[in-house]
């Protein structure tokens, strides 16, 4: 699986080519999001992927209080093993208020259009720099072995 995307996609920069696979074993999975109106605040959280049913720009995206999101130059184009066509280029934070001193986060976000088999088109953003996504209490119930077992019955009740 994995050679044939390489094969369709050497000509890409090896971040472009990680992204596409990121993105088509996405599609090649069985759990397709239904696209969605407008982009959330969740797109800065790294790993995640959103389907939005229309076009958009930069302003539509989250974005910081001193920081904004910027294009870089290249637009690529790739033919996934998916049968998916995808036009897709990088975005980074750029300062917006002017002060050097502001600091931007060092977040990269991918934006593709996708052209499916029969015509349909979506578009998807794909985190692949952002913040950490904050795990649930039950994601950390394999602490409970190293905590006082008080604690963790007040964490999680009947363990």
């Known amino acids: 699986f994995l050679p044939f995307i390489m094969q369709q996609t050497t000509h890409l920069p090896p971040e472009y080519r990680k ?3 990121v993105v088509d ?3 090649a999975s069985q759990y397709i999001l239904r696209p969605r109106k407008m982009i959330h605040q969740s797109i800065l959280e790294e790993g995640n992927i959103q389907m939005i049913e229309r076009r958009f720009n930069s302003r539509d995206i989250p974005d910081g209080s001193t920081w904004r999101w910027n294009q870089t ?3 690529k184009k ?6 998916v066509t995808a036009d897709f280029y990088k975005m980074i934070p750029r300062n917006k208020t002017g002060n050097p001193t502001e600091k931007v986060p060092s977040y990269k976000l991918w934006c593709f259009q996708l052209t499916f088999p029969k015509g349909t088109k979506t578009h998807l953003l794909y985190c692949e ?3 950490s996504p904050i795990p649930s209490i039950n994601e950390l119930f394999f602490l409970h072995e190293f905590m006082d077992p008080q604690v963790a019955l007040q964490l999680w009740p009947g363990y």
Do not use: S, Y
Not at 78 to 83: A, D, E, I, N, R
């Open 19 to 21: 992204a596409a696979i």
């Open 129 to 131: 720099k952002g913040v």
């Open 25 to 27: 074993n996405f599609l």
């Open 78 to 83: 790739v033919f996934l093993p998916t049968g």
């Open 73 to 75: 130059k290249g637009r």
